[in-house]
């Protein structure tokens, strides 16, 4: 499925009520450590495409009010949803912790 890009704290809204767990990105152009764990979010996105987690991402700087909504103070930073409540996070570049929290989420 890949990852859905967030251009609304509305479409945002709508996603993390879908019922299924949510693997949110906040990113911006400019953030080099961003652009280093992207493609890594985007490998979890393929290997656990099969489990009802749903992976997205949105730039900070495009919607700023998501960014506002979630206490996003530094980026990179992974917000993960389950049942339409934030179970965990995850600051910073921080490969390992990422994969931990996916698959806590995909369980």
Not at 13 to 32: D, I, M, P, R, Y
Not at 44 to 55: G, L, N, R
Not at 71 to 86: M, Q, R, S, W
């Amino acid at each position: 499925m890949g990852v859905t890009e967030i251009k609304s704290k509305a479409q945002f809204n709508e996603l993390v009520k879908s019922g299924s767990g949510v693997a949110l990105q906040a990113h911006a152009e400019w953030c080099g450590p961003c652009k280093a764990i992207s493609p890594i979010f985007n490998k979890h996105a393929q290997v656990y495409a099969d489990k009802p987690v749903i992976f997205a991402r949105f730039d900070t700087d495009d919607v700023p009010e998501l960014a506002q909504q979630l206490g996003v103070t530094n980026i990179p930073a992974f917000y993960f949803f389950k049942h339409g409540e934030l179970s965990n996070n995850v600051r910073g570049a921080n490969p390992q912790a990422l994969k931990e929290a996916i698959e806590k989420l995909s369980c």
